[in-house]
T-cell receptor, first 114, second 111 residues
Framework: NAGVTQTPKFQVLKTGQSMTLQCAQD?????MYWYRQDPGMGLRLIYYSASEGTTDKGEVPNGYNVSRLNKREFSLRLESAAPSQTSVYFC?????????????FGPGTRLTVL | DAKTTQPPSMDCAEGRAANLPCNHS???????VYWYRQIHSQGPQYIIHGLKNNETNEMASLIITEDRKSSTLILPHATLRDTAVYYCIVRVAGVDDKIIFGKGTRLHILP
């Protein structure tokens, strides 16, 4: 099991460029999440998907779009990148059922917008 | 907004027990307390969770007050590898909704 994988690991963009961050999980989890973490700060929820075909806004959704492509994949798109979006982006997933139902996190994508 | 309040930082001597507090005074009856930690710049890692009873696993113990308005994560014998940011969150287990992290507590283990 690879768990939660994210691509790319690092990315540098110029202001106004667009890009898509990819996330995939191989644990057959129902729910997936995107967080951002600015230097020295905690994680802030951008969007989440409680099940395939649904997405909902989190704390800081402005400037982002998401797609739950299938049960495995949840992508995050920046249409027109801004320096304020420089951050580390983490994807996470949960089974969405009983038990521990803990979140599993990917290794992160480090994005710099110049 | 996060439903929990934690001190921004704490120190603990290596080999001693680290006790990390968390306040969650508005917790609902069906919400669990979860703890995660984030080492350096890695993704957060699950530690433990509980509803109202105290819990223990191979990593830590979780003590929840009787009124459930606060809890304490205990690392019984802290090592330098326990240096990390620790997050306390409340959520309904089995229902996936917004899972909000606060700022966490930065734990420094002193040699």
């Amino acid at each position: 099991n690879a768990g939660v994988t994210q691509t790319p690991k690092f990315q540098v963009l110029k202001t106004g460029q667009s890009m898509t961050l990819q996330c995939a999980q191989d644990m057959n989890h129902n729910s997936m999440y995107w967080y951002r973490q600015d230097p020295g700060m905690g994680l802030r929820l951008i969007y989440y998907s409680a099940s395939e075909g649904t997405t909902d806004k989190g704390e800081v959704p402005n400037g982002y779009n998401v797609s739950r492509l299938n049960k495995r994949e949840f992508s995050l798109r920046l249409e027109s990148a801004a320096p304020s979006q420089t951050s580390v982006y983490f994807c996470a997933s949960t089974a969405g059922t009983g038990g521990k139902n803990e979140q599993f996190f990917g290794p992160g994508t480090r994005l710099t917008v110049l | 907004d996060a439903k929990t309040t934690q001190p921004p930082s704490m120190d603990c001597a290596e080999g001693r027990a680290a006790n990390l507090p968390c306040n969650h005074s508005t917790i609902s009856g069906n919400e669990y307390v979860y703890w995660y930690r984030q080492i350096h710049s890695q993704g957060p890692q699950y530690i433990i969770h509980g509803l109202k009873n105290n819990e223990t696993n191979e990593m830590a113990s979780l003590i929840i007050t009787e009124d459930r308005k606060s809890s304490t994560l205990i690392l019984p014998h802290a090592t330098l590898r326990d240096t990390a940011v620790y997050y306390c969150i409340v959520r309904v287990a089995g229902v996936d909704d917004k899972i909000i992290f606060g700022k966490g507590t930065r734990l420094h283990i002193l040699p």
